[in-house]
């Protein structure tokens, strides 16, 4: 099965990657949902945009715990590496993610459409000024913009917020012009992320799962699923490649 996958990615005119919390998870970052998910510890209403704005300073202290002071020292895994190989030998067009985590570019991949924002960046919702997160000052909270004094919240989507441009019409485009989809780690339960690979599979383009267990795709549009953990996945596939550039 790994061979048959390397031959469709190696076959196709163009292969995008689509991945969620199941490639981070072998970094150290927990899922929200899930068994060991962070929904178990934190409320989720802590990460609605109307709870942000009602209770700033509360919402800042859940946010820094869970993803500056636990997660602001993780570092990509070989299954992100791998990713950002294959783009780099011209064997995959890019990545969609569904994770705001930054690994796919810590680990040297160029073209990453982050569907759900990023929280190496920081948003002023007064002024829109963005900045990087070593930028800012965490130890007051919650820290303000320098340019006009507003409250800067991270650039990722809370619940009630829509998703950020361009990135949600750059992935969508992709459903439309690559023939491979790479799905690594996503279940499918993720609205609207999930109607990405099956709108890639409406239109025609082989999907390729990565999953330790089946997920809502196995069994609607996956053409070859690989039931693994991502890394060794990853660094299977990987072998494979190199078998077929030995010849």
């Keep these: ?109 160029r073209v990453v459409h982050e569907f759900h924002g990023s ?29 006009c004094d507003g409250i800067l919240k991270p650039d990722v989507i809370f619940f009630g917020e829509a998703i950020p441009e361009p990135a949600r019409t750059l992935s969508f485009n992709e459903t439309t012009k690559a023939d491979c989809f790479l799905l690594i780690g996503t279940t499918g339960t993720v609205a609207p992320a999930n109607l990405i690979p099956s709108a890639a599979k409406a239109n025609g383009a082989s999907i390729i799962e990565i999953n330790p267990c089946p997920s809502e795709y196995s069994n609607s549009v996956t053409d070859i699923f690989l039931e693994d953990m991502a890394v060794h996945a990853m660094e299977s596939l990987m072998e494979e490649f190199d078998r077929l550039d030995r010849g």
Excluded at 8 to 37: D, H, L, Q, W, Y
Excluded at 70 to 89: I, K, M, Q, T, W
Excluded at 121 to 140: E, F, G, H, M, P
């Design 1 to 109: 099965m790994y061979e048959k996958a390397a031959r469709m990615i190696r076959e196709s005119k163009r292969c995008i990657a689509f991945t969620g919390a199941g490639i981070s998870v072998e970094s150290g970052i927990s899922p929200f949902r899930g068994e060991n998910g962070l929904w178990n510890k934190y409320d989720p209403e802590t990460f609605d945009i109307r709870y942000f704005h009602e209770n700033t300073r509360r919402s800042w202290e859940v946010i820094r715990e869970i993803f500056y002071d636990l997660f602001g020292r993780v570092e990509p895994n070989p299954a992100h590496y791998a990713l950002s190989e294959l783009e780099a030998r011209d064997e995959l067009q890019g990545v969609i993610t569904q994770n705001v985590d930054n690994l796919h570019f810590d680990a040297g991949s």
């Design 119 to 147: 929280l190496k960046k920081l948003v002023c919702l007064s002024c829109r000024t963005r900045y990087n997160i070593s930028q800012a000052d965490l130890s007051r909270l919650p820290p303000l913009c320098a340019k």
